[in-house]
Nanobody, 114 residues
Framework: QVQLVESGGGLVQYGGSLRLSCAASGFLISNYHMSWYRQPPGKEREFVAWISKTGGNTNYRDSVKGRFTISRDNAQNMVYLQMDSLKFEDTAVYYC???????WGQGTQVTVSS
């Protein structure tokens, strides 16, 4: 059974940091590029970050460049999103995604407060 399970979300102060984790099971992430998306309250789901199969290439939405870092550990079948200097507009449900296979996790809530 294929699963993507996100964790690490929570309530964090403006300017703080969080590290999201995505645990994959039922398939090997080493065969796929992986992504993070988010859905802010009342808005559409949006792309956040992408990482190639080996981790050698990454891509980010402009608003998170220099603050977020996507990484992966293929041996552990894990994908991560390190989020620093968090802003109010980063408040959202964050989802792990395997674009090619169309797999999505259930999401983890990130709330940035003052």
């Amino acid at each position: 059974q294929v699963q993507l399970v996100e964790s690490g979300g929570g309530l964090v102060q403006y300017g703080g940091s969080l590290r999201l984790s995505c645990a994959a099971s039922g398939f090997l992430i080493s065969n796929y590029h992986m992504s993070w998306y988010r859905q802010p309250p009342g808005k559409e789901r949006e792309f956040v970050a992408w990482i190639s199969k080996t981790g050698g290439n990454t891509n980010y939405r402009d608003s998170v460049k220099g603050r977020f870092t996507i990484s992966r550990d293929n041996a552990q079948n894990m994908v991560y999103l390190q989020m620093d200097s968090l802003k109010f507009e980063d408040t959202a449900v964050y989802y792990c995604n395997c674009p090619v296979r169309g797999y999505w996790g259930q999401g983890t809530q990130v709330t940035v407060s003052s």
